[in-house]
């Protein structure tokens, strides 16, 4: 393809008009247009186009003006005048005048091949004038030789004023960030800080773009948060651009922004004849002083290449369309284009079989290029557009050539909806722009003018209630009001709501918890000092008047979260910390600006008046015990036993516990304190609200940050590895660990401590003289978890033997088999006498209801044996005595213990 420039006539001018922004390039270049009878103008935004085609409508009339974008077109039946987006400009059609606006995009590695080619080749019959930065003067010059080049000074000077943090910006000013999450976060921001911000981003609609400027320009609020996209044209009434990053995203990887694009944005500080600032928010920093001065001056480097990529394109299959895209430049002042959205979508659906059948001839081919061009607004980088393009390829090659228009109702209904928060909207808005562009093909749909009004109509409601989302997001009225009386210096007029909400000027700023004070979390380090004052003057008689009714409210009316925190009506207002003692935690006030020590200190009275009671009333027997006069012995047990808060083990006990005597037991019994053989605990501390109490005193007085726990009530659960001894006995059970025969792992039961009581003693009364296998019925005192069980009887002292699959364990005193054959030992009898231990090898087994042999049948488990069998007559046999008690209780069902061999 050839570079040269279409040669100009006699009477043709091209002129380029450079200069840095706000030197009234596109103002010359209208009137220029208008002062001829036909012309055309190219923008580099569907904004652009649309801002300049409402103004020339106001000099013109609507039926001389068109607007022509992608996505958008309005053509009264013979209009004059053109305002085009540079991609949509009908450059074939004759015009007298023709101007490209913002030209140094001829650079850009995405967008800037379509500028390239309108420098070298769009030209107005009389008049062309290109518009853009004085980077392209040696370019425009190489390429263009014979255009005259015109510079325009600035009107007003630019100044950097340094870094700014965002509450010291001053009004009328512009935040700039290169992503809508950072748009987002930075009017977040401003609207806390400063009452609101009007917020533009690139891929707005004009409808709602030209709402959100509005606010702005009619002084609703007094900030705007944008993307780079104001620095293209948009003409606003700022006075200050701040920077909140200095990186932007090329379609690549991140880079730092040029000098030339610094510039390009902070221009539109200072309209016309009044000068303008730019700088940096804090998160930034300081721009170094060479871009500074670049900027100041309007000085940047000269662009060195242009973006380019082949016109003449060869139409006769996709592979050679595809050849003919990828051609190399012709001068070395142009440099291939990044492959585009177009190109990308034409080498992936030329891979389809269905498509690459279809694409046999010129036009078929043609056209495939046609749909592939479809712009995908969202931006999605994936297979859901591709999968658009092909199905649009599809049905305009099949049938009449034209898309359905069921089918195209189905997927324009779908889009039809407002609900949904901002990024939801957007991207409905951008999917109905695709829609729009495919509407605007003429030869595409039946009626297209129904399809364009339809989809016009859902992109203008779609506009209306994304408006309205950025604006409830990002402006705060009520806020707005506060700052402006605030800066005016006016008097703030406060009070408080019985509810506790505190209003300031009738605005709630804050809520008042118990003695706390919290401020709205709208409210921000800018306007937090005078708000707290107009609050402080608001609370100035509340404060007293609560203290006084804590002092005087029922106990009722005060409760202990399970945090240690002290509530007063549903209001924290102190909490507990650790103390000496573990029944006595210190309790602290919490911190408020409006107490004072003294009544902090009578807070804390009240509250340590309850606080006793209420410990009193569900650990009584521990207080009991504390205070207790005890001889020496019971009493330093008694010791351990508070501290432990009601339960010990008593192997770590076991002597203290044989030292007491008969006098010290009975005392500790009467205190509450039971005996047991494997603990030794208090009862009354064991059920659920004194367990609750005491976990939390636990936590405390270790230091540690009190966690809530699960509760157990069955006889048995097994612990996790966070639930350690300590836990399970706050729980009201023992730890007992031991090992999973076969697996080789580690296992650990937790046993209540009753049911572990009743356990050890029925397994003493029964003292087996050999192996054996439990029975249902002592599996039952382990809540009938025999896994649980085949844990705690080793703890016990019943070690496990045997490898088969039936559990059995040996008496106690034995060891551990480990499987090995038990030769015949003698062990003594619970009266004293030598009893032989049964021998599996070679002894017959016990029946399924034997009994142990020194247990007597007829005695319930827990009662005295007797010393004695009953006298009996020689010649009868023994007549079988009948259990006493309930026959179905678990002790009487040990009777049925059965022997392994």
């Known amino acids: 393809m050839s570079t040269a420039p279409r040669a100009p006539t006699s009477h043709h001018r091209v002129t380029a008009v450079l200069g840095p922004t706000n030197t009234g390039k596109t103002y010359l270049a209208i009137e220029r247009m ?7 103008i190219g923008f580099p935004l569907r904004l652009l186009a649309r801002e300049n085609y409402d103004r020339v409508v106001k000099l013109k009339g609507r ?121 987002y976060a930075t009017a977040e921001l401003m609207r806390r800080n400063r009452g609101g911000t009007a917020v533009v981003l690139g891929a707005l609609s004009p409808r709602t773009r030209n709402a959100q400027v509005q606010m702005f320009e009619e002084g609703e609020v007094d900030y705007l948060v944008a993307t780079d996209a104001i620095g293209m044209g948009l003409n606003l009434n700022l006075d200050h651009v701040a920077f909140a990053r200095l990186k932007k995203f090329d379609g690549r990887g991140m880079r730092h922004l040029s000098a030339a694009e610094i510039g390009q944005i902070a221009g539109r500080a200072g309209r ?50 595809l050849k003919s895209l990828e051609a190399a430049p012709p001068n070395p002042q142009l440099t291939r284009a990044r492959d585009a959205e177009d190109y990308q979508a034409l080498r992936s659906l030329a891979r389809d079989v269905e498509i690459a059948e279809l694409a046999r001839d010129r036009g078929a081919v043609r056209l495939l290029w046609e749909v592939c061009q479809i712009p995908d607004f969202r931006k999605m980088i994936s297979d859901e557009h591709l999968k658009l393009l092909s199905r649009v390829y599809r049905y305009l090659m099949r049938g009449e050539g034209r898309l359905p228009e069921d089918w195209v109702a189905k997927q324009i209904a779908a889009i039809d909806r407002i609900d949904g928060d901002i990024d939801s909207l957007i991207a409905r808005i951008a999917h109905i722009r695709t829609w729009t562009y495919i509407t605007h093909r003429g030869d595409w749909l039946a009626e297209n003018a129904h399809w364009q009004e339809r989809a016009r109509a859902i992109e203008d409601r779609l506009s209306d209630a994304l408006h309205h989302g950025l604006t409830q997001r990002f402006v705060d009225r009520r806020t707005a009001t506060l700052v402006k009386r605030m800066k005016d210096g006016a008097e703030l007029i406060g009070a408080v709501k019985r509810d506790g909400d505190v209003l ?21 380090v800018d306007n937090a000092r005078p708000l707290l004052a107009a609050a402080r003057r608001a609370l100035a008689s509340e404060i007293p008047a609560r203290v006084k009714r804590l002092e005087q409210d029922d106990d009722s009316v005060f409760s202990l979260d399970d945090k240690g925190g002290l509530i007063w009506r549903g209001a924290p207002v102190a909490r507990l910390t650790p103390a000496a003692e573990v029944l006595q935690p ?49 009493r330093g047990l008694a010791f351990q036993l508070v501290e432990a808060l009601g339960v010990l083990k008593r192997a770590d006990v076991a002597g203290h516990a044989r030292r007491l005597s008969r006098a010290e037991r009975k005392a500790l019994s009467d205190l509450g304190v039971r005996l047991g053989r494997e603990s030794i605990w208090l009862p009354a501390t064991q059920r659920r609200a004194p367990q609750r109490l005491k976990r939390l005193l636990a936590a405390l007085h270790r230091g540690e940050v009190p966690e809530e726990t699960p509760e157990h009530s069955a006889e048995v659960f097994w612990p996790d590895r966070a639930t350690d001894e300590a836990a399970c006995r706050l729980l009201g059970y023992q730890r007992l660990d031991g090992a999973r025969r076969g697996r080789g792992e580690s296992a650990a039961v937790a046993m209540r401590l009753d049911a572990l009581e009743r356990l050890s003693v029925a397994m003493r009364k029964l003292s087996p003289a050999g192996p054996f296998t439990p029975t249902a019925a002592l599996a039952q005192l382990a809540g009938g978890d025999r896994a649980a069980l085949a844990v705690v009887l080793p703890a016990l002292g019943y070690p496990r033997t045997g490898n088969g699959e039936t559990v059995a364990f040996r008496p106690r005193g034995t060891g551990d088999a480990k499987g090995a054959k038990p030769s015949a030992r003698r062990s003594r009898g619970k009266r004293g006498k030598a009893v032989q231990a049964e021998n599996p090898a070679t002894e017959k087994p016990a029946p399924a209801n034997a009994v142990p042999q020194n247990a007597a049948p007829d005695t319930p488990l827990g009662e005295k044996q007797p010393d004695k069998k009953p006298p009996k007559k020689p010649s009868e046999k023994p007549a079988r005595r009948k259990p006493r008690g309930d026959p179905n209780h678990p002790f009487a069902k040990l009777r049925e213990l059965t022997f392994q061999k």
């Open 34 to 40: 208008l002062g001829h009878t036909s012309g055309m």
């Open 63 to 183: 039926n001389q003006v068109a607007l022509v974008t992608g996505e958008e077109k309005i053509l009264p039946p013979n209009p004059r005048y053109f305002l085009c987006t540079v991609e949509s400009m009908p450059v074939d059609r004759p015009v007298e005048f023709l101007a490209v606006d913002e030209i140094q995009l001829c650079a850009d590695p995405e967008r800037g091949h379509l500028f390239t080619d309108r420098l070298l080749h769009a030209r107005g019959l009389s008049e062309t004038m290109f518009l853009g930065a004085d980077t392209m003067r040696g370019m425009i010059k190489s390429l263009v030789p014979h255009a005259e080049v015109v510079s325009r000074p600035r009107f007003s000077v630019l100044t950097y004023t340094g870094v700014k943090k965002l509450t010291r910006l001053p009004p009328r000013s512009a935040v700039v960030a290169f992503s809508a999450n950072d748009v």
């Open 272 to 321: 016309y004849m009044a000068d303008g600032t730019f700088g940096t928010t804090a998160n930034v920093g300081e721009i170094d002083e060479e871009t500074v001065e670049a900027v100041e001056s309007h000085r940047f480097d000269p662009v060195q290449a242009l973006a380019w990529r082949n016109g003449e394109l060869d139409f006769r299959s996709p592979e050679l369309l």
């Open 504 to 524: 300031v000027e009738g605005e709630y700023v804050g809520r008042l918890q118990g003695f706390r004070f919290t401020l709205d979390t709208e409210a921000t």
């Open 586 to 634: 210190k309790i602290e006030v919490i911190d408020s600006d409006f107490l004072d020590g003294a009544q902090k200190e009578r807070i804390r009275k009240r509250l340590a008046d309850w606080l006793d009671r209420y410990t009193r009333k569900r650990l009584g027997t521990l207080f009991q015990l504390a205070e207790a006069e005890l001889p020496a012995q019971a």
